[in-house]
């Protein structure tokens, strides 16, 4: 498959959601929606209501990134609701095998995401039943955080972890990616990356978007 971009909307102008969208509707794989209840995390966005209309009005795949408590109830929702690919927390349940199934079932790719605390090993019973594992390079819950280099290793493990595997599963990298850290994750196995400040901070969102999948594609050939 390659490297895939997907732009982070959490520091787009929220009152603009569509239209921040068609900015990079050219030229992104993904758009990548933080969803945030307050209680995983220590922030609040927008949750359904808010991503079944975004869906409606683009055209781009959803990558819904769940960052709440019970989803076990709430993500099989956004994969009915059109989502291309929904990730939820391993932390956030007790039933990780369940809810990926839940989510295939109503026609999206799953992933699962762990927090820079969390160990892959974690993932050991859900393995099979992934398309993506996403490893956290910030604490979840805010963008414009720095890189954390230190999940580098993380990323490695992970992308050992998919190849092993007899399905096809990609590695996310999300937090703090931007020129200059983003060849680092593309480097060490990761191939869907989540570019949230960097590209909605830019001029031209989709320059910076073409631009970080050069410098990732760069660092993936050397
Ligand atoms: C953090 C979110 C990220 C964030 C990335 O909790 O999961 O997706 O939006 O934003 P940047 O690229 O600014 O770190
Ligand atoms: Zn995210």
Partial sequence: ????????????????????????AA????VHLDVMDNHFVPNLTFGLPVIESLIARTNVPADCHLMIEDPDRWAPGYAEAGAG??????EATRSPVQ????????????????????????????????DMI???????????????????P??????????????DIWVQADGGLAPGTIELAA?????????????????DPAVMVEQVRASAENAVRL
């Fill in 154 to 167: 993380k990323i490695r493990q992970a992308r050992q972890l998919a190849d092993a595997s007899d399905a």
């Fill in 27 to 30: 030229v992104a794989d993904w």
């Fill in 1 to 24: 498959m390659g490297i895939q971009i997907s732009p982070s909307v959490l520091n787009a102008d929220l009152s603009r959601l569509a239209d921040e969208v068609e900015r990079i």
């Fill in 134 to 152: 996403l490893v956290m390079t910030v604490e979840p819950g805010f963008g414009g955080q720095a890189f954390m280099d230190d999940m580098l």
């Fill in 85 to 90: 690919s929904v990730t939820f927390h391993v």
């Fill in 99 to 130: 809810v990926a199934k839940d989510i295939r079932a109503a026609g999206a790719r799953v992933g699962v995401a762990v927090k820079p605390g969390t160990s892959l090993d974690s993932l050991r019973d859900v393995i099979r039943h992934l």
């Fill in 187 to 203: 480097a060490a196995g990761a191939d869907v990356l989540v570019v949230g400040s960097a590209v909605y901070r830019a001029d």
